[in-house]
Structure formats: C-alpha cells, structure tokens
C-alpha cells in the first residue's frame, strides 16, 4: 500500500491499495490545487472539526468569540486559519511512519489557551494506516481534530453504490445551518440506520433532513464500545465487493458527508468531480457539541493538565470482484 502526503494541512493526498490481481487502486480523492483544498480534502482539521454554532463558546461564565469564515454564521473545521492550512513541521519521515508536530498560540482562531499537537501516521502493514493524534492545551479548550479524507472504493465515478455499516445508536437532526437540534434521534427505523450494510442510495432523499442536506452530511453518535478503538465504528464497501475498508476510532461519533458538494471540482488529473465523488467518515464529536453538553457522550473540553489523544485505524482488505 502506497500513501503519499503532504506538511500543508497534514493531508493526505493518495492512497493506492493492491488489489488480489496484482493491480493497484486509487482510493481517495485529490483536487487540482495543493494549498485550496474544496471540501477541505484529505487535510487534518482542528482545533475543533465540525460547525460551531455562531462561532461562541462558553464555560464557567467565561466566552469566546471564535473565527468565521467570510459570509459564515458558525464556525467549520476550526476557522479560515485552521490547522488545514498550516505548515505542519516534518519531525519523522520513513517508508512506513510520519510525524509532525504544530504549535497553534493562545487565541488562535479565537479558542481558548495555547496547543502543543503531535501527529503521527504509520503503515504496520496488512492494507492498516494507524492516525495517532495527541495534543495538549494551557486552558481549558474543546479539541476534536481528524482528518477529512474522501474515500471512492471504487476508484472513480459517484459513491452512491458503495455499502455502509455504521455501529451507531442516535443521530443528530440538523437545521438548514447544518446545526444540530436540540434532541439526537434513534437511528433505528430512519434514514440513518447503516446497522447493517446499506447502499448509500437505498433511501437516497428520502427523507427531509437528507433533502435538507442534499444527501447525508450528519453526525451519529457511536454505540459506546466502539469508542474505546476495538470495535469497529464504520465499514464501507466497494460497490464491486473487491474492497473494503473499516474504520476504528477512539472518538464518540462519526460524521458521514456524501460529497455533494464537490460537483465541479478539479481532481489531480484537472477532471470535474461529479457530486458524490467521495464519502467523507470523519470521527470526532458532533457538531456544536462546546455548547450541548447534555448530548450522552463524553466531553470534548480538555483541561491543561490533560492530554487530549485521537486514535483512528483504518483496515482495508481485498478480495476478488462479485
């Protein structure tokens, strides 16, 4: 397996798995452009990945107004200076390991205190990339940072056909800011229960909120032994069955995004992406959650004396096409 990445956003930029006939396969999405990333592809976002209602956090009585993106009402991925547009810097470079390290200073982005982060993406082998993240803060900080890779199994074309199994419980109902509501809803019985492997476009629109979103960009809340990185949190399927990839994770939830949004974007090759071109899984915390600390999952502030670690493991494995 072959994975090549970058010290801009600490992104990843290509990941080519062999498959049983000797071939190998491109599995996640590039775009045109090295430092604009659409859809922040492949990149790591923090300090907080996912919206954060009108951008303010409060604790203890104390609040912070937080960056926004031009035009934005919430704040995404961290802010306009996100750690996805940071120069991360290189500490280790092996065949099978990388690591960096960034220093983001007190008030970055509006948040809370100063951050130390190390990162760390190692290739043990058996098709596994283990991302390994560990950061501390000076005061008391929410922390929630992932990488915001896309995924197409199938090497091509929209990920429509791909099969998801998500060990999820509840999922958070959005408004038309992408907001969460005030209560998460069982999964069972609804749009959202990937309990079993579902076609991506089993019940494409069905219902409002996906016609809100146009498809699926919404947090589920893991059942609560995945979060201890042994049981798997997702696993997703080429539409052909030649590949699959599963995914553990150390976080409490899950955020599926369809990638309806990149319709026209340049990929590497200077080709229009279609809508759907890729399906982002992105573990962390839903969205909002500084501000909804009565959502059943652990708290994502960190005290100075605590270091914050994010484990994600993802496993591929091949076989021969149906």
């Known amino acids: 397996m072959q994975l090549t990445v970058m010290d801009r956003g600490a992104t990843w930029l290509s990941c080519r798995v062999p498959l049983t006939d000797g071939s190998h396969r491109e599995v996640l999405l590039d775009c045109a452009t090295r430092d604009q990333r659409p859809g922040f592809m492949g990149a790591t976002v923090g300090r907080y990945a996912n919206r954060i209602a009108e951008g303010r956090i409060g604790r203890n009585a104390r609040k912070w107004k937080l960056s926004r993106d031009p035009g934005e ?7 306009p200076g996100g750690f996805h547009t940071r120069d991360w810097h290189l500490l280790e470079h092996r065949s099978d390991q990388v690591r960096w390290e960034l220093v983001s200073p007190e008030g970055d982005q509006g948040f809370p205190g100063a951050m130390s982060v190390r990162l760390s993406i190692h290739l043990p082998g058996s098709g596994v990339i283990d991302w390994i993240c560990r950061a501390t803060v000076s005061d008391w900080c929410p922390v929630a940072i992932t990488n915001h890779a896309y995924f197409n199994l199938d090497g091509r074309g929209q990920v429509l056909d791909h099969r998801l199994m998500v060990a999820a419980s509840l999922f958070a109902p959005i408004d038309a800011e992408f907001i969460p509501l005030t209560r998460l809803q069982p999964t069972a019985g609804s749009d959202f229960d990937f309990s079993t492997g579902t076609r991506l476009s089993a019940r494409w629109l069905d219902s409002d909120q996906q016609r809100l979103a146009g498809g699926y960009d919404h947090g589920l809340l893991l059942r609560r032994e995945c979060g201890r990185g042994q049981t798997p949190a997702a696993l997703l399927e080429s539409s052909d069955g030649a590949l699959s990839l599963e995914i553990s994770t150390t976080a409490p939830a899950l955020q599926v995004y369809t990638g309806q949004h990149l319709e ?29 600390v009565e959502w059943p999952q ?25």
Do not use: M
């Open 73 to 79: 009402p919430h704040q995404l991925h961290g802010g």
């Open 298 to 322: 652990p708290s994502c502030w960190v005290a100075p004396n605590q270091t914050y670690e994010h484990r994600i493991r993802y496993r591929f494995r091949t076989r021969a096409p149906r």
């Open 264 to 292: 026209g974007v340049l990929d590497a090759n200077g080709a229009r992406l279609p809508a759907c071109a890729g399906v982002a899984l992105e573990p962390g915390f839903i969205a909002d959650s500084p501000n909804r």
